[in-house]
């Protein structure tokens, strides 16, 4: 670039410049949550329009998770596409007595190659508790699935100045018992549960950073700065067409878990593209 001196750099900058190079190798991931939306017409249609689009542009990691009903439904249609198939919840048994409940050998046995778990709807919801999420964390990285964990903090936490200490106790209990090298199986989405659905709130570019940057900390020093470096984090607050650009240029912010957008496959779509941007912002810390 016009204007810079190329050189070597110091002692004290080397520690930066690597984490900077392994920020270069994080692939953007962005993900469609479905959740409890789409008949299986729906779901078929959606999951064609995605593939389609997505073609075989490989800059992004794209994942859809439908409904467990059109899973594979949906499956057959991903197979040989660029689309990975993933599920919204499972629980922690190979098999058993447990009524309604879905399986990570289920999951495999239908194509998943993702999971999420620990979203703020089942937290919040169906009070799910930090324990039994990480559970689920632990027997999904077992048989194989790569895990999607969602953290994120009310309006009451954010106002309170508890942000720090939410996201803290999340990982903290959330990722209790697992290895360093397991978790090379799974990336976090942050999504601020005050942000999500419409509510009016909408997280800053910044907002997101912040929390991003917070977030990796406590991963580092939970299991080490190289695995905190390679460590996808995801967006998922709301996101839509018209505010992608702006969170996926940030630094430190690797992609995107999708809700109602992702049942549009044009606006999926726009978000994967806005993704494939090469980010301007990307030397700076948050």
């Given at each position: 670039?016009?204007?810079?001196?190329?050189?070597?750099?110091?002692?004290?900058?080397?520690g930066r410049?690597?984490?900077?190079?392994?920020?270069?190798t994080r692939?953007?991931?962005?993900?469609?949550?479905?959740?409890?939306?789409?008949?299986?017409?729906?779901?078929?249609?959606?999951?064609?329009?995605?593939?389609?689009?997505?073609?075989?542009?490989?800059?992004?990691?794209?994942?859809?998770?439908?409904?467990?009903?059109?899973?594979?439904?949906?499956?057959?249609?991903?197979?040989?596409?660029?689309?990975?198939?993933?599920?919204?919840?499972?629980?922690?048994?190979?098999?058993?007595?447990?009524?309604?409940?879905?399986?990570?050998?289920?999951?495999?046995?239908?194509?998943?190659?993702?999971?999420?778990?620990?979203?703020?709807?089942?937290?919040?919801?169906?009070?799910?508790?930090?324990?039994?999420?990480?559970?689920?964390?632990?027997?999904?990285?077992?048989?194989?699935?790569?895990?999607?964990?969602?953290?994120?903090?009310?309006?009451?936490?954010?106002?309170?100045?508890?942000?720090?200490a939410v996201?803290?106790?999340?990982?903290?209990?959330?990722?209790?018992?697992?290895?360093?090298?397991?978790?090379?199986?799974?990336?976090?989405?942050?999504?601020?549960?005050?942000?999500?659905?419409?509510?009016?709130?909408?997280?800053?570019?910044?907002?997101?950073?912040?929390?991003?940057?917070?977030?990796?900390?406590?991963?580092?020093?939970?299991?080490?700065?190289?695995?905190?470096?390679?460590?996808?984090?995801?967006?998922?607050?709301?996101?839509?067409?018209?505010?992608?650009?702006?969170?996926?240029?940030?630094?430190?912010?690797?992609?995107?878990?999708?809700?109602?957008?992702?049942?549009?496959?044009?606006?999926?779509?726009?978000?994967?593209?806005?993704?494939?941007?090469?980010?301007?912002?990307?030397?700076?810390?948050?």
């Amino acid at each position: 670039m016009v204007g810079r001196v190329s050189r070597e750099p110091a002692d004290s900058d080397k520690g930066r410049v690597s984490a900077q190079r392994r920020q270069d190798t994080r692939q953007k991931f962005v993900v469609g949550n479905w959740k409890m939306y789409t008949t299986a017409e729906q779901a078929g249609r959606l999951a064609k329009a995605i593939v389609e689009g997505v073609g075989i542009d490989d800059r992004v990691s794209v994942a859809v998770c439908p409904p467990f009903p059109y899973l594979a439904l949906v499956g057959e249609i991903l197979k040989g596409s660029r689309v990975a198939l993933g599920a919204q919840n499972l629980y922690p048994e190979k098999e058993g007595a447990f009524t309604g409940e879905v399986s990570p050998t289920m999951l495999l046995d239908v194509g998943c190659k993702y999971v999420i778990l620990g979203h703020s709807e089942r937290r919040h919801k169906l009070g799910e508790s930090d324990a039994f999420i990480n559970q689920k964390i632990g027997v999904a990285l077992a048989a194989g699935l790569r895990v999607i964990l969602c953290v994120g903090e009310t309006s009451d936490q954010r106002e309170a100045g508890r942000t720090e200490a939410v996201l803290g106790r999340q990982l903290i209990k959330g990722l209790a018992g697992l290895s360093a090298d397991a978790l090379a199986h799974l990336s976090i989405a942050y999504e601020p549960v005050w942000a999500i659905g419409g509510r009016g709130h909408h997280a800053t570019p910044q907002q997101a950073q912040e929390s991003h940057a917070v977030i990796r900390r406590r991963f580092g020093r939970m299991f080490g700065e190289r695995a905190a470096q390679s460590l996808v984090i995801q967006y998922g607050g709301s996101v839509k067409p018209n505010n992608a650009v702006a969170l996926l240029d940030r630094h430190g912010v690797d992609g995107a878990l999708i809700g109602g957008a992702s049942l549009n496959a044009d606006q999926f779509l726009a978000i994967i593209r806005a993704g494939i941007n090469e980010p301007k912002t990307r030397g700076e810390q948050p």
